[in-house]
């Protein structure tokens, strides 16, 4: 291990936010679970692949620790909330989760900020961007949501909207990055 380039807060900050990071994992991975069991095949095969998203930040933070000298602390999650109780409950869920964790995600930052640790500070912009992107892809699909639970016409709204997220995008777009 060469020397330490973080300091012991920003250190203990980023072993806090990759614990969250393997947290938000658990709680898709849970979710997906619950909607692959109650036949929302679609909305499984989207949550299981923001599972792996998660953990791939969790490691990107872990790596982040130990290359700038400090020492990743591994530590037990908590487990997921209950089970929603519809596919709506699920994805307002999952927001609210996003949200709380760009919340994390700026006490980094700012910490950084504050530090003058122009590394981290950049390491930190490409998660900001990252839950820029997720929140807007969570509030599309809620959109999605609930016109399709709201209108519903012999009941295939829901079953086209499953069929439509197998396919649908593990990407948001963020609006400065649109081009006309």
Same mark, same amino acid.
């Given at each position: ?9 920003m250190?203990?900050?980023?072993n @806090?936010q990759?614990t ?5 994992s658990?709680?898709y991975l ?9 036949? #929302?095949?679609?909305v499984a095969? #989207?949550?299981?692949? =923001? ?5 791939? =930040?969790? #490691? ?17 999650i908590?487990a997921?909330p209950?089970?929603?109780?519809n596919?709506?409950?699920?994805? +307002?869920?999952?927001?609210? =989760?996003e949200? *709380?964790?760009?919340?994390?995600? *700026? ?13 981290? #500070? ?6 900001v961007k +990252? ?8 509030? *599309?699909?809620i959109?999605?949501y ?5 209108r519903?016409?012999?009941n ?10 197998t @396919?649908h ?12």
């Amino acid at each position: 291990m060469g020397k330490k380039r973080i300091s012991d807060k920003m250190e203990k900050l980023l072993n @806090t936010q990759m614990t969250n990071e393997a947290y938000q994992s658990q709680v898709y991975l849970s979710y997906a679970s619950w909607a692959e069991v109650n036949s #929302f095949s679609g909305v499984a095969s #989207f949550l299981y692949g =923001h599972m792996r998203e998660e953990r791939d =930040h969790m #490691f990107k933070i872990l790596k982040y620790i130990n290359d700038r000298g400090g020492e990743t602390i591994i530590e037990a999650i908590k487990a997921p909330p209950a089970n929603p109780r519809n596919v709506g409950e699920c994805l +307002e869920s999952i927001l609210k =989760h996003e949200i *709380d964790n760009s919340a994390e995600i *700026d006490k980094i930052v700012n910490l950084a900020h504050e530090e003058k640790d122009w590394a981290t #500070f950049n390491f930190g912009q490409w998660f900001v961007k +990252e839950q820029i992107e997720e929140e807007t892809l969570i509030n *599309d699909l809620i959109d999605k949501y609930t016109l399709a639970s709201t209108r519903v016409e012999g009941n295939t709204s829901l079953y086209e909207m499953d069929r439509d997220i197998t @396919t649908h995008s593990q990407e948001g777009e963020i609006p400065r990055e649109e081009t006309f």
